[in-house]
């Protein structure tokens, strides 16, 4: 039996996609147009995102700070490339009260500016160096075309600027941060990923290079999760970070920025999800476990309320419904807000000794014996959904990753059935915007640890300089 | 011995004020104007506010969202009330990417309209009641003066927004949440406080009325520190968030909003700081306890280590200052930023078999025996300090407490040594701005509870009707 509400994934990914962010409250789209309200449902599980990578922020060194919201122009203008690459998608604000500004603003569609002119005024000496600074905060792109969480015209994110002596360091930072986003993926969120180096066309504004993680979601299509950059001297020399270094000289730091987003829900959704709604990966859902309680006989009050304590004593999050819908309607609900695991507690049962847990993953019922240990027992039943949304999410990317030797080929996986690419490159720009003909097939990164599959470029045929993944992108 | 880098507290208070959140290194002024950056300093006295608060919110039934950052212009305008308050000081974004828009937006100065709007679009029966919402985010007005934390263009804040199926119970909600900002104030900021209703003059744009929390600073200025307010059906009827009420009738929703800031980030500097900078009470301090180790003998970093893992374990938030700068720096950086317990070991006391301890509100040292239970020691200590810092701040605002009969008084009172004045009133408005002649005092709210003490007003000599608190205000 499927949720009614929900249009099946296999028939119209995109209307099931959005049928899921309504049917579990994740949210819903606002009267200002590109912007959605984030509810209780959707932000509970950036909450959890939150709590996991700022706890790993704090264990690697970071602080966090809030800058302001605008941007002057003239602030935002120093870095030529940054400017280039934001200014046609930004807001602008002209006027404050009543009075036109002498100055426009801009609402932040990213901080590097702004940490840039702080970092500028407050470093004077390779002893206040590196200062490591993360902000949670909500930032505004102009998008023409918006989705749920994937794409709107604004979204949360957390976003980490660091400033350092030496570039070895700055690229150590660069590194770990990308390690920290690959361990939130696949440890918590349960989805599988491929790192890499971004192409010069698709690496950040004004970076050196960009460091990337990615995704691909259910139907085959690729989604750049989060983002290391390097920036070198860029911002630097642009915005005159210095410092006296110890030769006694006055020198540019070396920067880097980092960054994960609301998206991430998005990510979360595509992977895992199905026609019967949201399914979360035990580690990162806001509520584990779903008590209910079936009739309303003392003996059933009893054991749930039993069984209640003994898994919030676990640090297991529980809840009950005790709301007065029906329990087909209640085991539905919890269904499609993809609580991990149910547990029903019914008379009938109880008479019986036997209780009834259901995982939310594979839609197992399993009755047990009523002397059971639950909490061990849940305990077991969170880590095996864990472990088998993660197997279950690689299986299918291992699946959909394909090795290519000529566009043909590559054409062919793009038009049916879309993945990831495996293909080798020759560092062309022009062949990159060859790929993209082909239903807009981007580089999602360079593979630099794997080894060649190709000597020559599949596009041009000259001698390949990388191994690159390409794939369609959200 | 007092900091050579802040004005004393005594001499000019402005001054003081300023050169704290500067030594503290909470926040610069940034290079947008009316803005400032809040460091990691500042900013983690936030993150402390914040894990109280959330908690708070939770246990009380309310649930984290995130509504848009822009407000068109037609969806402001619908509580001519709000829009009369707040449309001369916000932001307008009048170009999205290079075009102008259609409709101007501003930047959300408060988000009664946003939240009323979203509430109208999916509530259809009481069933859905209530609906308790709250979220964490940044707001901006257009203040023409500014002075961190206290009053700055863009400031972080939490908005609770609650509807209710009835008067009483949206009644019950203003009350509970000033309790929760009551209890946060004394019981975590160590900050005592008076509550009560504020004047039709005073209270919120659109507000039926509105509840505060009024504190006294150091100085005898006053500083409305949180509000609690009550909507009835004005929102609910200018933006139809209506629902088929358990007589089967279509029926409007009774509303609340609640909100409090990073300003109170300034009441804690001006209430309990000193002219050695910051002081933190304990339950607020992101760090509760720092250990200084003096020389770099074994004996010391042994000692060091084992008491740093024993208050770790304690559950107390401690660090080590291992830097290179001399003891005598990092005591005065300790004070400075207002850590409350500093443990000093050195190799002397040790040799002795003792630890020197240092507390900073009082600035005493204790010297104590080595075999000293650490944990229950400092345990007791942070008590202390806690107690002792909200009984110093109550005794200063008792003794700045005034109880006045006729207007010289008061002038006398707000022209050498302000502070909290009560007085009857006779509830006009004509007499509320006659009062604020005097050195610009105005009325901080009403005492319901407690008993008057005249029979007139004290501006008109006309029959009163409340006791109040009047104050002059940041």
Partial sequence: MKNKAITSRDIDFAKWYTDVVKAAHLATYSNVKGCIVFEPNGYAIWEKMQQVLDQKFKETGHQNVYMPLLIPENLLQKESDLIEGFAPEVAWVTMGGQKQLEEKMCIRPTSETLFSDYYSSVVTSYRDLPMKYNQWCSVLRWEKETRPFLRSREFLWQEGHTIHETQEEAEEETKTMLEVYRDLFENYLAIPVITGKKTEKEKFAGAEYTLTVEALMYNGISLQSAT?????????????????????????????????????????????SDDNGLVLPPKIAPKQVILIPIGDSEDVKRKTDEIYQKLKNANISVTIDESEKSPGFKF???????IPVRIEIGARDLKEKKITFARRDTREKMVEDETIDVVSYVKQLLEDIQNNLYHRAY??????????????EVCNIMNTRPGFVKAMWCGDTECEMKMKEINGTKSRCILEKEKPIDDTCIVCGKKAKHLVVWGIQY
């Fill in 228 to 272: 290391s950059h390097y920036f070198g001297q860029k911002f630097s020399r642009a915005y005159n970070i210095s410092f006296l270094n110890r030769q006694n000289e006055q020198a540019y730091v070396y920067q880097t920025s980092w960054g994960a987003s609301t998206r991430m829900i998005g990510a979360l959704i595509m992977v895992h």
């Fill in 332 to 338: 539905a609900e919890a269904e499609v807000n993809g």
């Fill in 395 to 408: 299986e299918r990317m291992q699946s959909l990753t394909y090795t290519c030797h000529d566009l043909e």
